[in-house]
């Protein structure tokens, strides 16, 4: 059946990297999403990429896929205190008109 | 570009009530889609709605129930409220097929006491 799985917890020193990795089962998908989430807050969708591509960068936002391994990671660079949130990896698959989601990874910066 | 706008943003209901949330979606996207998110289950999909039309259902019991509008706008119901039905409810719209992202409201905060 269709999963997606994320490690629960991150802590980075701020000004460093953060990658937080995800895995999926589905190899159907058709696109993988990232989302953020704020405490007390919707979900902010911070990137997406297409099955067909391997990297995607967005300033600080590096998004790599490696579909043989069904890999997703999401690295963010000179992390700030702004970014602590959950993020979220998501995966869709086009004939389910829905998104399946990871349990979130929860940021922690270290100053 | 006005985003996804749900309303309430807060409800506290008792359990055997039931409740209506309405989601209205960014202009031109005419496809919706809920979420409820607990703290044990994460995020969990309800239902999808594409020009009037349930697309796609997910593994819920028959009080959730939900529909569209030919404006797009959506409504879910949940009757006969439990208390595990309280919950942080999403919903998102988005172009067919998920390109350019599915965009989240705020949600709404139900509690059920």
């Known amino acids: 059946g269709e999963d997606v799985e994320q490690s629960l917890f991150l802590s980075v020193r701020e000004g460093d990297s953060s990658v937080i990795n995800c895995t999926y089962t589905d190899s159907s998908s058709t696109y993988l999403y990232w989302y953020k989430q704020e405490p007390g807050a919707g979900l902010q969708l911070l990137t997406y990429i297409f099955s067909n591509m391997d990297m995607k960068q967005d300033q600080r936002l590096t998004v790599l896929l490696n579909k043989k391994d069904k890999h997703l990671s999401l690295r963010i660079a000179d992390t700030q205190t702004g970014d602590s949130a959950i993020y979220f990896c998501a995966e869709s698959i086009d004939s389910n008109y829905q998104l399946i989601w990871g349990a979130g990874t929860k940021l922690i910066i270290k100053p | 570009k006005a985003g996804v706008t749900q309303t309430p943003r807060y409800l506290i209901k008792t359990r055997g009530q039931q409740v209506t949330l309405s989601c209205s979606p960014i202009s031109g996207h005419r496809s919706v889609s809920w979420y409820q998110q607990t703290p044990g289950q994460g995020l969990q999909f309800l239902f999808e709605?594409?020009?009037?039309?349930?697309?796609n259902k997910g593994n819920f019991p028959g009080r959730f129930s939900g529909r569209q509008f030919s404006n797009s706008r959506s409504e879910m119901n949940v009757s006969t409220l439990e208390l595990g039905d309280s919950a942080l409810y999403l919903c998102a719209s988005s172009r067919p097929g998920g390109s350019y992202g599915y965009t989240f409201g705020s949600g709404t905060r139900l509690t059920v006491v």
């Open positions: 709605y594409f020009s009037e039309t349930q697309r």
